[in-house]
């Protein structure tokens, strides 16, 4: 009676620590599931929001590109999209050039771009779902050998108009609600895809930079979902998890596309992660459930072995008891590790994205700025000289850009050697910069030319005591030292300075020409001094 009730407990015992041990294993592999659910969420997440920014800059380029065209042909816009393939877009139908016209134009609109290359176009206007406006495609390439749809009036498709209407009111991308594109509206049902269409305003350039007032059309890259999510998604879900992305508009939810790989596991609601990505003026709802392959990856049978091994005869348990816990400790290892791979994963990537960026930035420095001084380059103070034309055009502002040529430069070079010459470029630089303001912008032109950018002049006689100050700096002796021996005391270096102000300047040609012409003529007149150019 002794021994049964010694069994009994035992076997009691047994089983109530197998059952608490079974509960702790079970929450560890929940545990890792929702650590493996929160990486694959973040790096499908991750993939559709680059694969977006892929497309939009794309687009950008395009419209940038279309812009620029004076007098867009068919031509061009097959030059500018011959790169453009299903290996560079792989979930692209195709991409288009969209104008808009009124009911009266219609006519007019198919001469002119049959006039510009496009010979074959008919354009066929439809009701339009919104006013009276019509968006006809006039400039078509598939990626996918179906027909195209050059002379398709878009504004049938109320999807596609919202989001060329979304476009052109606020200047930026778009992306169209879902819908079944119109080229593909003549498949079998079975065929047709839910798709979205990306959307980008073309602007002209007017005065050297982008005019909204020019308004020419949108460029538009059709997107089938169900390929965008077998390109993009496919690859992130691994054989583990579904995928589905949908439109996140209030409480109506239309679905995009799916992937799937396994299949969808009941009860495992907990695992369920949803992330809502902002994308074209656009949510998207990024909903992401496990499969059976996911949670088998999790050796769930340790859950019924513990169990088992609870009912072992007495004289097992301590054996039991510690297969038991060295199983408990590997389930924690599991995951600790597979944390700590995480960790040391998003690590390294916050690890090289911070030298990706360093380098980027060290190498846009080179490209613009001068090795020798660390001043503006040509081609930086160019792209300066271009933006102050811009904004102060706008603003009704005067700038300046003075041109400097150092006088006695050559005796140095010819009687102290490169290295002196170096240093006193080097010393004339670092004068330039004390006596410019730091708004102002200073740069080296190549040998002993230097040239100062000096925006936002109160008055134009401000030029000219801007010049002032840097013909003073510079005709001080010139300091020896780091590289300069004291004989370059001796050699005077000066500076003839030659301004050109922007008031009537036509262009940046214009301008630099001005400011070259002035400073020959300060140094014809006897150099060290400044002389204000005129048209």
Known sequence: MVTMAVVAVVLVIGAGLSVVTAVLVRQGERRYAGQMMDRYTDDALAAVADEVGDYQHTLADLAVGLGAETDLTAADFAALTSGLN?????????VTFVVPAADAGTAALQADWRARGATDLTLTP???VFGTEHAFA????????????????????????????????????AISRSY??????????????????LVQPVYGFADGGWDPRQFRGWIVISLRGTDFMTATLQAQARGSVQLTLTEHDGNQQQLIATASAGTPEAGTAALDRDRVIEVGQRSWLLSVSPTDRLLSANDRRMTS?????????????????GTLTSARDRAVAQVAAATLALREDIARREETESRLRTRETELRHLA??????GLANRALFWERVEHAFATHQRAGRTFAVLFIDLDGFKPVNDRLGHTAGDAVLCQVAERLRRATRSADTVARLGGDEFAVLVEQLETQGDAGIAAHRIITAVEQPLEPGAGLPAAAT???VTASVGVALSGDALDVDDILR??????YAAKSSGKGRYVIGDA
């Open 86 to 94: 299903r290996q560079r877009l792989p979930a692209a139908a195709a």
């Open 126 to 128: 439809v009701s339009p």
């Open 138 to 173: 006039v400039l078509d390439r598939s990626f996918d050998g179906r027909n195209t749809i050059a002379g398709r009036d878009l504004s049938q498709a109320a999807e596609a108009m919202e989001a060329l209407r979304i476009a052109r009111d606020s200047g930026a991308f």
């Open 180 to 197: 079944v594109l119109l080229r593909d509206r003549k498949l079998p049902a079975a065929a047709q895809q839910r798709s979205v269409t």
């Open 305 to 321: 072995l513990t169990l088992t091994g609870g009912i072992v005869v007495t004289v097992l348990l301590a054996v039991l008891v």
């Open 368 to 373: 613009l700025h001068d090795p020798l001084t």
């Open 490 to 492: 001796e050699l005077p």
């Open 514 to 519: 001005r400011a070259d012409t002035a400073m």
